[in-house]
């Protein structure tokens, strides 16, 4: 296949819409033509329903230890943003290409599958990983599969690169994000009758002060030395949902809330100690007024912290290959605790910013594109020595 540039190849990817509740497989069924071009087989990995799918690929000796580089497929929504063009259809504007995921993160992607020609045309001493995954910005769903897949066929990796949009600058943390929600059943009733029945909205209020009193707790414990912005663990709800009329009494609430963790073990404890408040004080008085009350907790999405390593064998290789000397925190979440989890060394640096991303007129510049081709370059080179 004819070397394309990582412009060409942006153009393609954003060309498919890859918003995270749509299908990607026309994406990976493009990716997957495009390596088998330069004769590099890809490894799919579907999820349950077969309408989603991972794409694996090594370049280089499978058996020894090497790098991964790691994108995620899919996009966020257009919906109720006002476009000035298709999302769909990469426009240039300058040095700017605009279109949904060109900073978020398809430039990545577009810049290491523009790589794949010089990762063959040496032989390299350890391989090259390309991960790509699914359902990335819904909770990072895909990448489960891909590291199960790497543990069953491979020797540890060296390091990986996740290359979400940090402006080619080098990031060595972000806080876990844990979605959660809290259903409340009690007994609906007419509003005169309160005494027939359980009112599931104001004993949800008492579970959501219990969840306010740990957000003050946090926040008035910051901790020495964070490297976050907010320097604690955050925790918030955002939605409650409960009740039919002003006049009864609500037989049901529910709630999501939020956890944003400075640290690993986090979550769990604060659900544990959420339970125990529930089950011990709020479940008791509630089932005093109706035996079938009950309050459930249910964890939808629990993305681990990207804890910061200084030193470690990622960050020092991805300082040298873009050239940066400082290494920052995001207050966005990724893949790379999960591979941190994983126990592989991981770091982020990708082009584009998350300011650029997520945003109407979504862009990335050139200049950062071919930054990120450096980048790539630079690791190549060293993989190629290693
Ligand atoms: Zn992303």
Not at 65 to 72: A, D, E, N, Q, T
Not at 241 to 268: L, Y
Not at 344 to 368: F, K, N, Y
Request: net charge negative; aromatic share 8%.
């Amino acid at each position: 296949m004819a070397h394309s540039s990582e412009i060409e190849l942006l153009g393609r990817l954003v060309g498919f819409n890859t918003v995270s509740s749509r299908s990607n497989l026309e994406a990976i069924d493009f990716i997957k033509a495009y390596l088998a071009g330069f004769g590099v087989e890809s490894v799919i990995i579907p999820d349950a329903t077969g309408t989603k799918a991972n794409l694996f690929a090594t370049i280089g000796p499978a058996d020894r230890p090497g790098y991964v580089l790691s994108g995620h497929t899919d996009v966020v929504p257009v919906d109720g943003q006002e476009w000035s063009r298709d999302p769909f259809d990469m426009w240039r504007d300058g040095d700017r290409l605009h279109g949904r995921g060109t900073s978020d993160m398809k430039g990545f992607i577009a810049c290491a599958l523009a790589g794949i020609p010089a990762m063959l045309k040496e032989p390299l001493a350890a391989p090259i990983h390309l991960a790509l995954s699914y359902d990335e910005e819904v909770g990072c769903l895909g990448v489960h599969g891909i590291i199960e897949h790497m543990a069953k066929t491979l020797p540890p990796q060296l390091a990986v690169f996740v290359g979400e949009p940090t402006g080619m600058g080098v990031v060595g943390g972000h806080k876990g994000s844990a979605g959660l929600l809290t259903t409340v059943t009690g007994k609906a009733c007419h509003s005169s009758r309160p005494d027939l029945g359980v009112n599931a909205i104001f004993h949800a209020m008492d579970l959501m002060g219990e969840l306010r009193s740990y957000a003050n707790e946090l926040r008035s414990a910051p901790e020495a030395g964070s490297p976050f912005d907010v320097p604690y663990t955050t925790v918030s709800v955002g939605v409650v949902q409960g009740g039919t009329a002003r006049n009864a009494i609500p037989g049901d609430c529910a709630f999501q809330w939020d956890v944003r963790a400075t640290s690993g073990g986090v979550v769990e404890t604060l659900v544990e100690r959420f339970r125990a408040f529930s089950d011990g004080k709020v479940v008791p008085a509630m089932k005093e007024g109706f035996a079938g009350s009950a309050v459930a907790t249910n964890i939808a999405y629990d993305v681990p912290p990207f804890v910061p390593d200084a030193g470690s064998h990622a960050e020092t290789l991805a300082k040298r290959f873009a050239g940066r000397n400082e290494v920052t925190a995001v207050n966005y979440g990724s893949e790379a605790g999960i591979f941190q989890s994983a126990g592989m060394s991981t770091i982020l640096c990708g082009p584009g910013r998350d300011s650029e991303a997520h945003i109407t007129d979504e862009w990335i510049t050139v200049e950062q594109l071919e930054r990120c081709v450096g980048f790539i370059d630079r690791l190549i080179d060293h993989a190629r020595h290693a």
